[in-house]
């Protein structure tokens, strides 16, 4: 009979991993042309005076690493791990936001297809998956692709509710028309010279002319810029938006000048955040509101114990 | 009290209480405060009275009362100053970048409570979460103590409108007596906090005993005339202040008066009675006329006749200022008092009057001679200073009579009669003293007695004081028994206890602080600063009253009994508004009283007040 333990925190769970990495530029087809052929100039961006705006995030946590002892085949690798998803809706009449569809998820995932049944954890509910490989990363692409499948869900819902969505991160294919990725890492340009210098030239509350990206599937996206900084370097304080390209070049534009009108005013101060201005008010606050729902680690770790163990942390079998 | 009971009553209560929210748990709870967090719907204010049940292991449900003492609010979620104008709606910031209502925020409004009791008496911190009620009808009373007063008498209305206790153990000597108020001037609260009190005494007199209608109250006009007025309806009250005191259970008149010697107001059971007097006018020849303005009918002058002021020792009275003490001045006075004791003889024909004559040149002992010509016949407090003036600084330039003097430096002797010269002027003690029928004040007369001294010298004023105190002291240790009670209302207290110094004044004032309380003989002292008064003086008071404070003065230690948010608030009160604190109640209490219905200064007579009262009765 396996055996199942949970082991303390390791150095690795700490570390910061990019759940959003961008593909190669080699990959992908741009094409410049689809709103202005020829030289591209700064836009302005238009407030068309939508009313609500919701921004879609999660945040995730690895919780504990587990050991599934097993007699034959030796200790089998495991984590516990969180997610919350939820959004911010901005109600712009009544000048006012607040959280709607918070949910948090919590997954134990076992590595080689082990699937071993997990005790009950009073208060927190541990799905259990089971992912082919045994390695960390691994385990954490499964926990983001679980995340990445509630947000696109959770971006359908407000939309249905006659929300604009701007999510952070990047699309998907099966997301809808009324929705954006909001990207605020820049780990290459899509562009190439002369339509790169452009970003260097757009103000805030202005944008790049859309283009369009081919990849798994065909999106649109324009660089806008959320604050002048004093001091910057020519791309600091430029987000990436992307919208489906099944949206049509027209809604498109609709809602390219939409977002670099808006989303300037969502920027946060300069000084109250390391990650300001990209780092959008709502979206600050709607990850702080959803870490909060994560729960207390510490009391998440006793909490384990004491369901695997049967004894709290600190006390040796 | 049994499980079920407890159940019962706590089924009761749930009833008869509205939930206001949740008791906080971040940060500890404790036995003696805890925070609330509002419900939705639910509002506390400042005073509002709250209960939460305690589950206790192994004991069973506890019941926590308290009192509100801050009430705050904030955004949760929000953590710099700026982001409230990203989470509250209506407001752009500079450059057009930045608009309000972008950040979530939970608005969270939440107040602190002070426990007052915990029922049964265990002091166990109440569980965070547990539900907090409004305390109302009987928890409202348990959260006050009032069901364990033994003689609750309601003093005024706390901020949910229903009345609010003292104990009268605490204040009549039962268990603890006098009151001290404090208050900065000019809003006339404190004195009219302290008619307000006699009111309700008296109209409580079933609280107050078999001999309430006895009860007698002395009180000093010392500035303005505003005391004149207690039989004057006021053009200030209103239908409002008559509903409150009728919430108080009292119906609300003026006093009737009944100075001797006036035309007395229409008698009506249940309503008290006061009689003015005023020392006489000085300069006046031999007519006696009230020193008043304001009033001329229903106010009758007083004054000692020299045989009085030997009687009734009140040559100490002249001496009443802090340096007198240190010059030794007491040992000449205790002398020539007992001279005049054991010498004065009445003179026939002139009643009041007395000649100083040894004792073995009466015939047969006489209780009253005829004056000899070479003989000064005492008639005013200037012979008297005379006549001791030929003792002590004989014209020939010899030695003071060593009977009359003592042991005591030349340089005592001749400040003392410089002392006795200069109070014996008429603009200062000498009109008080003169020969005559006796006009003295006859405290009997009427439930309040108010002696108006505000046109006397400071010197005079201590005088009156001192006699009157003395008497009032004098007349209860001889008779032993607590009851019917003497109340004296002493306004600027501090004049006559100071917190330095010795005089005769504030020793007696001493002495009723901490005798009196047995003797039935109550003070009701009002201060500005309680700092300035003997501590003595304010440690003896069981019931304390504060109006509006000056704030250094909310800081010293007199204010002690104060909670920190009530001192704060201390500083802002409004005149009808006061803090209570009685040892029945450990925390301070908020409570509000009426406009009374009596003229508190000469423009709130009505106009229509000296009309006949039946006038327009059919």
Known sequence: MARLYVEDWSPEYGAPFESDPDTLPSEVVVDTAVEVRGAWEPLPGRDDGVRHVAFVDGVQRLEARLTLDDPDQGPLPGICAAYAIGASVWDRDAGASTFAQVSVHRLAIFGESAAPEFPVVPGLDYRVESCTARDLPSFQAMLGGRRAQRETRLVEAMADTDCFVVKDGRIDDTGPLHAVGYIKSHNRTYLEPPHSRVIAAIRAGQRTPIFEVHEKFSRFSWYIRLADMPYGHSWSGIARIEASASLGIDRARVIADRTAALLPLAAMPLHLDARAPQNLIPIAALEKELRRWLGDEGLVRRALRMAIHGAPAGVTA | ?618
């Open chain 2, 1 to 618: 009290m049994t499980a079920t009971q407890n159940d019962k009553d706590i089924a009761l209560d749930i009833q008869t209480s509205e939930r206001v929210g949740r008791v906080v748990g971040i940060g500890h709870t404790s036995s003696q405060e805890f925070r609330v967090v509002l419900d939705e719907q639910a509002y506390l204010a400042v005073d509002d009275l709250v209960l939460v049940h305690t589950e206790v292991p192994g004991i069973g449900t506890l019941t926590t009362y308290g009192v509100v003492v801050e009430s705050e609010a904030t955004y949760e979620g929000a953590a710099y100053e700026s982001d409230v104008h990203r989470i509250a709606g209506d407001y752009a910031m500079g450059g057009g970048l930045g608009v309000g209502g972008l950040q979530p925020a939970a608005k969270v409004r939440s107040a602190q409570v002070a426990v007052t009791r915990v029922d049964p008496e265990m002091w166990v911190a109440p569980d965070p979460g547990a539900e907090v009620f409004r305390a109302r009808g009987i928890e409202r009373d348990r959260a006050l103590f009032a069901d364990e007063m033994r003689r609750p008498l309601p003093v005024g209305r706390g901020r949910d409108g229903e009345p609010v206790y003292v104990d009268l153990d605490f204040f009549d000597g039962t268990k603890g007596g006098h009151m001290s108020i404090a208050g900065v001037s000019g809003v006339a609260t404190k004195t009219t906090f302290a008619f307000f009190f006699v009111r309700l005494l008296s109209g409580n007199p079933q609280l107050v005993g078999p001999s309430a209608s006895n009860t007698r109250v002395l009180v000093f006009n010392v500035k303005g005339e505003d005391l004149l007025y207690l039989d004057r309806p006021s053009t200030e009250f209103d239908d409002e202040a008559a509903a409150a005191w009728r919430k108080l259970g009292v119906e609300p008149t003026p006093f009737a008066l009944a100075t001797p010697g006036s035309r007395p107001s229409p008698p009506a059971p249940g309503v008290p009675t006061v009689a003015y007097w005023a020392s006489p006018r000085a300069h006046a020849g031999d007519a006696l006329m009230p020193d008043v303005s304001s009033r001329t009918e229903g106010i009758a002058a007083f004054h000692w006749t020299p045989r009085e002021f030997i009687d009734e020792d009140l040559l100490q009275f002249v001496f009443t200022d802090a340096t007198d003490a240190r010059n030794q001045i007491p040992f000449v006075e205790e002398r020539v008092r007992a001279q005049l004791k054991r010498l004065a003889v009445d003179v026939l024909g002139a009643p009041g009057a007395v000649v100083l004559r040894e004792p073995n040149d009466r015939q047969g002992g006489q209780r009253a001679v005829h004056s000899r010509a070479q003989e000064r016949v005492i008639r005013t407090l200037h012979d008297l200073s005379e006549e001791i003036g030929v003792h002590l600084e004989p014209e020939s330039g010899d030695e003071p009579d060593f009977a009359w003097s003592g042991r005591v430096q030349g340089g005592t002797v001749s400040a003392f009669m410089r002392r006795l010269h200069a109070a014996s002027t008429d603009s200062r003690l000498g009109r008080l003293v003169r020969d005559g029928e006796s006009h003295r004040i006859d405290r009997q007369a009427a439930t309040v007695s108010v002696v108006a001294i505000q046109n006397l010298h400071d010197l005079a004023q201590r005088f009156v004081v001192g006699a009157l105190l003395r008497e009032t002291f004098r007349d209860k240790e001889e008779t032993g028994q607590r009851l019917p009670l003497s109340i004296v209302v002493l306004d600027e207290l501090n004049k006559y206890a100071p917190r330095e110094g010795q005089s005769p004044l504030k020793e007696m004032l001493i002495d009723i602080a901490q005798r009196g309380r047995s003797l039935g003989v109550l003070l009701i002292g009002a201060q500005q600063s309680a700092s300035r008064v003997a501590p003595d003086v304010l440690e003896n008071a069981s019931i304390r009253v504060t109006g509006r404070l000056d704030a250094a003065e909310s800081e010293r230690a007199e204010f002690g009994w104060m909670l920190p948010s009530t001192k704060a608030r201390a500083r802002l009160l409004k005149p009808g508004t006061m803090v209570l604190g009685q040892p029945a109640v450990p925390v301070p209490i908020v409570l509000n009283f009426p406009r009374v219905p009596w003229a508190t200064r000469a423009d709130e007579v009505r106009a229509d007040a000296d009309a006949d009262p039946f006038r327009g009765l059919v």
